[in-house]
């Protein structure tokens, strides 16, 4: 069992930064794979980064890449987004989620492949 819990949310001007933090508990961190969801109001979740067992192996949506950038600490079972240059389209509940990768470079990108989920965290940009 992982329980995840999200922090970092808030309100931000067009252009800032944010680094969101997602805490796991369990022992067994280190060997999930995790990932960052995001959704808008009105619209479905949809990806925005993960991360493999090792932290060795990163994927991001295409919207999201050379902005977000996704990193992990397995010694303080934490998982990182920094999101730079925010644009008022960020805005959403951010979700952390992990899940059972088959390898240490295993990279997540289904929702329907993670098995837990953080409560999320509200990252509003405005313009």
């Known amino acids: 069992q992982v329980q995840l819990v999200e922090s970092g949310g808030g309100l931000v001007q067009a252009g800032g930064s944010l680094r969101l933090s997602c805490a796991a508990s369990?022992?067994?961190?280190?060997?999930?794979?995790m990932g960052w969801f995001r959704q808008a109001p009105g619209k479905e979740r949809e990806f925005v980064a993960a991360?493999?067992?090792?932290?060795?192996?990163?994927y991001y949506a295409d919207s999201e890449k050379g902005r977000f950038t996704i990193s992990r600490d397995n010694a303080k079972n934490t998982v990182y987004l920094q999101m730079n240059s925010l644009k008022p389209e960020d805005t959403a509940v951010y979700y952390c989620?992990?899940?059972?990768?088959?390898?240490?470079?295993?990279?997540?990108?289904?929702?329907?492949?993670?098995?837990?989920w953080g409560q999320g965290t509200q990252v509003t940009v405005s313009s």
């Open positions: 369990g022992r067994t961190f280190s060997s999930y794979a």
């Open positions: 991360i493999s067992w090792s932290g060795g192996s990163t």
């Open positions: 989620a992990a899940g059972q990768g088959s390898s240490i470079v295993t990279i997540l990108v289904d929702p329907d492949e993670y098995d837990y």
